[in-house]
């Protein structure tokens, strides 16, 4: 059986993210409504991507780490099944709808809808759509997604050429700052300041080394979770400090991931502690999120072309009932469908090697 480890201030955490995405693709409909400062601050609501993805480094090598370092190939099958079942469903379920909605732009003389073409369905359907092939297109924040599939399967990879249970703790801080002086060389070289440009190009080796620093984190907090007190200080110190730095000008693409691992190993290191990030309601958000995320941009769109004549002037109580429509859609998609896919799904693949 499947054990899986939660700690519930990090599912509170991808709750939050969840909601900054969604404020982020919504904002320029509300800049008449919204002080200036208030729209910069949801302008930079794509570095939440950022997190999910050191967050999903974490907690992939926390529940699967040590299954692929002790049962090497023979556990690929079942892992890699798994998170299919995980993110697929409602892809294709969201990827579907999005068809739905081009086949009757098209055949109400509408025309496919920018971003849709038929000739890249495919790429999405194999959620290969982001790894350097296409520009983004028919349901946009699955990109991501695709990019965490190229993470999932180059996962067991990592863990056959390392096993961060032995390697030395300076070590692994200096791979960490190796890959956080890699994620900036990289965008650096590519002229690009901001870790949200040239997604298609740059998002796939963005979600690489960022998911990389997550399974070190996981790695980190393994040691220290026994005496977490002054490790999770100091994690907190210099999350801070990293968010200074941002502030007097140091580059996005270096001090937001070093804030993203520190702060990831903050909340870790005092999960089981007292914090409001362990409060049913927060965490239930958490745990709508995938649906959150996958969904709300189509809805979105739909939603405009129902209730909207001005995209770029809604009015807030119009907005407040676009994001209670998108909290009930991810309630229903993650109780009614999530959720019972993936338990289906789950039952019918490879099984977890036992100890021989």
């Known amino acids: 059986m499947q054990v899986r480890h939660e700690l519930r201030p990090l599912t ?69 099944w798994r998170r299919l079942a995980r993110i697929y469903p409602l892809h294709l379920l ?4 999005a068809v739905a909605f081009a086949a009757v732009c098209v055949a109400t003389g509408r025309g496919m809808p920018q971003g849709y073409a038929w000739g890249t369905l495919p790429f999405h359907l194999l959620l290969m759509q982001n790894w350097g092939f296409l520009p983004l297109g028919w349901n946009v924040p699955a990109w991501s ?11 067991p990879l990592l863990i056959a050429a390392v096993d961060w249970r032995r390697t030395p703790t300076p070590v692994l801080l200096a791979l960490l700052a190796l890959l956080m002086a890699g994620l900036w060389g990289l965008f650096t070289a590519m002229g690009q300041p901001l870790l949200g440009n040239e997604i298609a190009h740059l998002g796939l080796a963005r979600c690489l080394f960022e998911f990389g620093m997550g399974t070190l984190v996981a790695a980190l907090w393994l040691r220290w979770r026994e005496a977490p007190r002054r490790p999770a200080t100091i994690a907190a110190l210099l999350s801070a400090i990293g968010l200074a730095a941002r502030l007097a000008g140091a580059p996005e693409t270096l001090a937001l991931p070093f804030v993203f691992v520190t702060l990831l190993l903050f909340l870790a290191l005092t999960s089981e502690g007292r914090t409001p990030m362990k409060g049913r309601a927060i965490h239930w958000f958490g745990e709508i999120s ?61 099984k977890r090697p036992v100890e021989s």
């Open 145 to 155: 997604i695709s990019c965490e599939l190229g993470a999932y399967l180059l996962f």
């Open 12 to 80: 509170s955490a991808r709750g939050i993210a969840a909601w900054y995405v969604v404020l982020y693709h919504i904002r320029e409909s509300a800049v008449g409504s919204l002080p200036p400062a208030l729209i910069d601050f949801l302008a930079k609501g794509y570095l939440a991507v950022d997190f999910f993805f050191v967050l999903s480094g974490f907690v992939i090598w926390l529940n699967y780490g040590r299954l692929l370092g002790d049962h090497g190939a023979r556990a690929v099958p079942h892992f890699l």
């Open 94 to 97: 969201i990827l579907l709808a």
């Open 290 to 350: 995938y649906a959150t995320y996958l969904a709300h941009s189509l809805l979105f769109l739909l939603f405009k072309i129902l209730f909207v004549r001005d995209a770029g002037d809604v009015s807030l109580p119009l907005l407040g009932l676009f994001l209670l429509i998108v909290l009930a859609a991810s309630a229903a998609l993650y109780h009614g469908f999530e959720l019972p896919a993936q338990k289906w799904m789950n039952r019918r693949g490879p």
